[in-house]
């Protein structure tokens, strides 16, 4: 869970230092490749390991994680390995030592110290190795900071200058014009067109065949490449050759560039209520959802009988972008609060007044893949007593990544916090409990007239907030009471539209999981609590 872009509803926010410029990488123009190509080394090493000795959620043991990272180097080069301790690296060439940097801190040195002193063990590879040095940076980056992140948690990583740029297009948009495209076949067909963009102004059709990009032919690029064509400079343009069915000839078509947010929400009528699913959050899923809850009540009308949400499947994503969905259908009350070592780290999101649907049933759709962000959306919906939520129990990934960046233009993304709902309990390897459990179920009929006739068994609500963050068995036994489920049953959606068609049932069911009284997090203490991965 990522990015903290724009206003957020919160008590006390601090925007994180986000910064995605560009790093210069090499001195005045007299540096010689191989001493630009060393600065580079020390800045990225510098870098990370400083990122990590100050916001990953505990404290780590720098010297280890140098070692960890430079023994990565045998994987390039089997000849070569890195050993240490707690105040030197030495390099080792067929078990020769062939360089030794000694740190007189020793375990006190700084990352910064660690970085430069692994930066010479490198360039000394670089020499003496021509697999090392034919490798390329990217090559050697991905190894070393791999073997670092590797020993933290599984959720943080490092991804390389053209992985970051792909991630950084997903979460905040790029200059393109609105498409997704399938290459087969050598074939460029088009697979979908997203609304409020370019290619749908201009009428651009799903299965329309890409034959040229400004005039040249798109034969032999793979899909990555015909995207980077697509793409360019907001307001720039580009020309299309287009092949359609029922068109005896290719025609051109010029589009201007426009900044495009890739789609997280789609909308469908399902009789008067009105469905929404978010596969995931990025910088515009919160506006995107509101539009399309605009779009439903000008569909539905005053006919609309409530709202559902379905959520299974949602990896997450950006942070402020949850908070702003919850906040969507909600009026007063706390979202989430965020807790870890760093003192920035802690913060408190409250709603604001304006429930979007004045008050109409929500059911919300949650399952094993429901992770993150959709985890806090869940979690506020429910404690705040404003949804039904009906599947399995979620992912459990209860963790705040920050995204770093990198010297060369990659990211190091570093688990830095952990978030709890709004009655206090820790989401991290917990998830959230659904309202009504189908897992296991196969007739929503039957799971109604248990409901009607109260014998639907409460969320164990006094357990899980009494658990423990690092109690793994109490809170495995609390997932086992319904068991996370992988794949989408339609039951699910089944019983939903019946529970909106039956408010009244919808509200007995929203009381199933009624927080302990007088719940909150204890934010002092659960920021001391240690972080189990």
């Known amino acids: 869970m990522t990015g903290w872009p724009g206003k957020q509803v919160a008590r006390r926010l601090v925007f994180l230092p986000l910064l995605l410029g560009l790093y210069a990488c090499a001195g005045p123009s007299s540096r010689s490749p191989e001493d630009a190509t060393a600065a580079l080394d020390r800045d990225m090493l510098e870098t990370g390991l400083s990122d990590i000795e100050s916001i990953y959620i505990t404290k780590q043991d720098i010297p280890k994680l140098t070692l960890t990272g430079m023994q990565q180097l045998s994987s390039l080069d089997p000849d070569l390995t890195v050993d240490g301790d707690n105040d030197d690296l030495r390099l080792l060439l067929k078990k020769t030592v062939i360089e030794t940097e000694t740190l007189e801190d020793g375990e006190d040195a700084t990352a910064k110290q660690w970085g430069k002193a692994a930066a010479k063990i490198l360039r000394e590879a670089r020499e003496k190795s021509p697999k090392i040095a034919a490798a390329g940076n990217e090559k050697i980056y991905e190894a070393v900071f791999t073997g670092i992140v590797g020993k933290l948690d599984g959720f943080s990583r490092y991804s390389g200058t053209d992985a970051a740029r792909e991630d950084k297009a997903s979460r905040d948009g790029f200059g393109g014009i609105g498409i997704r495209i399938s290459v087969e076949d050598g074939e460029v067909r088009i697979t979908a067109i997203m609304h409020y963009t370019p290619a749908e102004r201009l009428g651009l059709k799903t299965d329309d065949v890409i034959l040229k990009i400004d005039g040249k032919s798109v034969d032999g690029l793979t899909q990555q490449q015909v995207v980077n064509e697509l793409r360019g400079e907001v307001d720039s343009r580009v020309v299309l050759t287009i092949l359609r069915d029922g068109k005896d000839e290719p025609f051109d078509i010029g589009i201007k560039r426009a900044h495009v947010v890739p789609e997280t929400v789609s909308y469908r009528r399902e009789g008067d209520t009105a469905y929404f699913r978010i596969f995931s959050f990025n910088s515009e899923t919160a506006n995107s959802l509101k539009r399309e809850i605009s779009d439903a009540k000008d569909e539905i009308g005053k006919k609309i009988k409530g709202y559902i949400i379905d959520l299974r499947n949602n990896p997450g994503g950006y942070v402020p972008q949850s908070v702003a969905t919850a906040n969507l259908f909600l009026d007063e009350g706390r979202i989430v609060s965020i807790h870890g070592r760093h003192p920035d780290s802690h913060q408190y999101f409250e709603a604001t007044d304006g429930d979007i649907t004045g008050g109409k049933p929500i059911a919300v759709l949650i399952d094993g893949n429901s992770a993150s962000a959709a985890e806090i959306v869940a979690a506020a919906l429910q404690d705040n007593g404003r949804a039904v939520l009906i599947g399995s129990n979620s992912y459990g990934k209860g963790t705040v990544q920050n995204i770093k960046p990198l010297p060369n233009e990659g990211e190091i993304k570093l688990t830095w916090a952990r978030f709890h709902a709004p009655s206090g309990y820790t989401l991290h390897h917990l998830g959230v409990l659904p309202t009504i459990c189908t897992a296991g179920k196969h007739n929503s009929d039957d ?53 909106i068609d039956q408010p009244s049932l919808h509200a007995n069911a929203v009381e199933l999981a009624d927080p302990p009284e007088g719940a909150q997090v204890d934010d002092a203490a659960e920021a001391l609590l240690p972080f189990v991965p």
């Open 447 to 499: 799971l109604l007239a248990e409901l009607r006739m109260g014998e639907l068994p409460k969320v164990p609500t006094v357990k899980r907030n009494a658990a423990k963050p690092d109690d793994t068995k109490a809170l495995d036994a609390l997932r086992q009471t319904c068991p996370a489920r992988k794949s989408e049953d339609p039951i699910d959606l089944e019983l939903a539209l019946k529970l």
